[in-house]
């Protein structure tokens, strides 16, 4: 009997049953979210064979595809021809604007932290601000389809034209000046059943925004807004645990103290 696939097991059945039929090219026709299921569980061992044979990585997957298949939604183009468009992309730029002239003050609430990982909280706030000052535009952070409020996991921010009801998400990162070709990952996403965010057709933009490095006196230089539409990501399965996990009492088998 095939049974719908448990969240649980979404990203090891993916790898055991095929991520790159999935997604496969197709037409521009909107079709439904297709449904994956499997046999049983899977297997560890069925996993395992999977990764050591190559299946644990894939490379250049369309995030629009990606988006498609796991949410039901689309992934739109954003057409600066388009008037909701326009409107959406230069209320944007007008936010921007202000958000740097403000946080490069020598007073600017983001030197209070040491690390630039925790700046980005402050762009994503004042973004909100922001942007809900645009008389065109509301913006929100986006809800679960239960309706809950959950910061965490992309998408960061819901963008609403409010003639239109046009949506655009947008997520803030920060980059420091001469990092932008940097192989280093940083940009993440994983499909959740329960506590997905993405629950519009949308357009998927993301703005990298240009720091010169000098820590808790990070000056903002400029910005790059990015549509995700035509967007490549790429997928390694790995096993993990946390120091939780390793340190577990049970399998400590001695510990000493320095002399």
């Known amino acids: 009997?095939?049974?719908?696939?448990?969240?649980?097991?979404?990203?090891?059945?993916?790898?055991?049953?095929?991520?790159?039929?999935?997604?496969?090219?197709?037409?521009?026709?909107?079709?439904?979210?297709?449904?994956?299921?499997?046999?049983?569980?899977?297997?560890?061992?069925?996993?395992?064979?999977?990764?050591?044979?190559?299946g644990g990585t894939f490379r250049d997957v369309s995030f629009s595809r990606l988006v498609e298949i796991s949410t039901g939604k689309l992934v739109l183009a954003a057409d600066p021809s388009d008037p909701a468009d326009a409107e959406i992309l230069a209320g944007i730029e007008a936010a921007l604007a202000r958000i740097l002239l403000r946080f490069n003050e020598p007073d600017s609430i983001t030197h209070q932290e040491s690390r630039i990982n925790e700046v980005s909280a402050y762009f994503e706030t004042a973004l909100l601000e922001e942007l809900n000052r645009e008389p065109e535009l509301e913006c929100e952070y986006p809800r679960t389809a239960a309706g809950l409020l959950q910061r965490a996991g992309y998408p960061d921010l819901l963008i609403r034209h409010r003639a239109t009801g046009r949506i655009a998400y947008l997520?803030?990162?920060?980059?420091?000046?001469?990092?932008?070709?940097s192989s280093?990952?940083?940009?993440?996403?994983?499909?959740?059943?329960?506590?997905?965010?993405?629950?519009?057709?949308?357009?998927?933009?993301?703005v990298g925004i240009e720091h010169d490095g000098n820590t808790g006196k990070w000056r903002y230089l400029r910005w790059h807004l990015v549509d995700l539409h035509n967007f490549k990501v790429s997928l390694k399965a790995e096993f993990q645990a946390s120091n939780a996990d390793l340190y577990r009492p049970e399998l400590i088998l001695k510990s000493g103290d320095a002399p």
Request: with cysteine; glycine share 6%; net charge neutral.
């Open 184 to 206: 280093l990952r940083t940009f993440y996403y994983t499909p959740r059943v329960e506590t997905g965010k993405i629950l519009h057709d949308a357009i998927h933009l993301l």
């Open 171 to 181: 997520d803030p990162k920060l980059v420091k000046e001469g990092s932008m070709a």
């Open 1 to 54: 009997m095939k049974l719908p696939l448990p969240p649980a097991f979404a990203l090891a059945a993916g790898l055991a049953t095929g991520l790159a039929a999935w997604l496969a090219p197709s037409s521009c026709e909107r079709r439904p979210a297709a449904q994956v299921v499997i046999e049983t569980e899977p297997s560890l061992e069925a996993l395992v064979a999977t990764v050591l044979n190559g």
